[in-house]
Each structure stands twice: as structure tokens, then as C-alpha cells.
């Protein structure tokens, strides 16, 4: 199961997953519990990246 990490403008430029061994967690479990999961930790991710990138880069010669 993954979900998308976006940049600044909404692209897609990675995925972030997690996964289990199915013998241990039946499938209703894993509808259920890790998509909400998976996807706030994407989202939050993906929106400190989108502030990264909005800090203006400022470069210097040294």
C-alpha cells in the first residue's frame, strides 16, 4: 500500500508505503487502519516540502 508525496506544485515525486505480512492482519483490518495512516504521513511530508521550497534559495560566492 503506498500513497503519493507531492512537491510545491502538486507533482508527484515519490510515494511513501508501508507494508505487513497478511497472515497477521486480515484484510478489513488494513482497509480500515493503514490508509489514513499512510496518507496524513504523505500529506505531511508532502506539505513540509512545499514549504521548503517556498523559503526563497539564496546563494553566495565564497
Known amino acids: 500500500m503506498a500513497a503519493p508525496r507531492r512537491d510545491g506544485q502538486g507533482?508527484?515525486?515519490?510515494?511513501?508505503?508501508?507494508?505487513?505480512?497478511?497472515?497477521?492482519?486480515s484484510l478489513d483490518h488494513l482497509i480500515q487502519h493503514h490508509p489514513p495512516l499512510l496518507l496524513a504521513a504523505a500529506g505531511e511530508i508532502s506539505a513540509?516540502?512545499?514549504?521548503?521550497?517556498?523559503?526563497?534559495?539564496?546563494?553566495?560566492?565564497?
Do not use: G, K, M
Not at 12 to 23: E, L
Not at 48 to 58: G, L
Open 11 to 25: 507533482r508527484v515525486f515519490a510515494a511513501v508505503n508501508v507494508n505487513t505480512h497478511s497472515a497477521e492482519n
Open 48 to 62: 513540509d516540502v512545499a514549504r521548503v521550497e517556498s523559503v526563497p534559495q539564496v546563494t553566495r560566492d565564497l
